[in-house]
């Protein structure tokens, strides 16, 4: 199992922007579709944004427009750009593969904290 690195969270003001980052030790994301999910308190984990291995985007409708995925293949690292945040969103960010679990990405990492003030 490789360890999934989250960071990049933080407190910010409605309207703001955060940018999230995500790295695995000891593994490669090629080949895999990945994605930013997040889990509110007393909620489910949802997905949120999916960079699928084509490049080709997808985003849950609550985000669109605001969040942009990406990355960068040769350093290996997934961002989510988080812009006009609300207090909604605040929540425990992850990254994973999509579907979540693939391959040796089993593991959850410890998340990055979002947590936006009104």
């Known amino acids: 199992q490789v360890q999934l690195v989250e960071s990049g969270g933080g407190l910010v003001q409605a309207g703001g922007s955060l940018r999230l980052s995500c790295t695995a030790s000891?593994?490669?994301?090629?080949?895999?579709?990945m994605g930013w999910y997040r889990q509110a308190p007393g909620k489910q984990r949802e997905l949120v944004a999916t960079i699928f291995n084509s490049g080709s985007r997808n985003y849950v409708d609550s985000v669109k427009v605001r969040f942009t995925i990406s990355r960068d293949i040769a350093k290996n690292v997934v961002f989510l750009q988080m812009n006009s945040l609300k207090p909604e969103d605040t929540a425990v960010y992850y990254c994973n593969t999509v579907p979540a679990g693939l391959g040796q990405f089993g593991s959850w990492g410890q998340g990055t904290q979002v947590t936006v003030s009104s």
């Open positions: 000891g593994s490669i994301f090629r080949g895999y579709s």
